[in-house]
T-cell receptor, first 113, second 112 residues
């Protein structure tokens, strides 16, 4: 089945620790995105990538980093510089022929210990 | 002021009711409008997709876009308890595929 797989479902971060959230898609989509969702605030864009080896900052990129070495994969690292990392993180992708429709993974809940 | 405004709810209705969900926006350049449904702690799933102004119907769901008023709506007929979820509106200019701008979501509860 085609889709977007995010792992892990739950993740805990200790003070000063970097953690990496995985996002893999087998939809053959070029564009991939990371959003952060906080209660009552909707989705905010962290980073996006329209092509392999290229990515751009979104609205709230500080304290986060990404890589796009393969078309299928777009991992997000939450660094120790992100002082308020507790949130629900969503990865999405978009087909080049699908207009502007985003398809989402099932999300990762990150909490601070 | 946010680019997209959406009443957070919660909106509670009895089973079988007609539900109306709405968003307003300020950027007149938005051309593509979407509604996503999100169950608790799950990823959003695309419900409706509309380009420019007009209506679109899909089963019990109808999406309306009024660009002159910068106002979009989602109607759910014969609402079911399984419709209980958060509904997110989203929109974009459609150039460069930078990504969507989302509303904050409306939580809907359909009581059996």
């Amino acid at each position: 089945d085609g889709g977007i797989t995010q792992s892990p479902k739950y993740l805990f971060r200790k003070e000063g620790q970097n953690v990496t959230l995985s996002c893999e898609q087998n939809l053959n989509h070029d564009a991939m995105y990371w959003y952060r969702q906080d209660p009552g605030q909707g989705l905010r864009l962290i980073y996006y990538s329209q092509i392999v080896n290229d990515f751009q900052k979104g609205d709230i990129a500080e304290g986060y980093s990404v890589s796009r070495e393969k078309k299928e994969s777009f991992p997000l690292t939450v660094t120790s510089a992100q002082k308020n990392p507790t949130a629900f993180y969503l990865c999405a992708s978009c087909s080049p022929v699908g207009g502007e429709k985003l398809f989402f993974g099932s999300g990762t809940q990150l909490s601070v210990l | 002021q946010k680019e997209v405004e959406q009443d957070p709810g919660p909106l509670s209705v009895p089973e079988g009711a007609i539900v109306s969900l709405n968003c307003t926006y300020s950027n007149s350049a938005f051309q593509y409008f979407m509604w996503y449904r999100q169950y608790s702690r799950k990823g959003p799933e695309l419900l409706m997709y509309t380009y420019s102004s007009g209506n679109k119907e899909d089963g019990r769901f109808t999406a309306q876009v009024d660009k002159s008023s910068k106002y979009i709506s989602l109607f759910i007929r014969d609402s079911q308890p399984s419709d209980s979820a958060t509904y997110l509106c989203a929109m974009t200019r459609g150039t460069g595929r930078r990504a969507l701008t989302f509303g904050s979501g409306t939580r809907l509860q359909v009581q059996p």
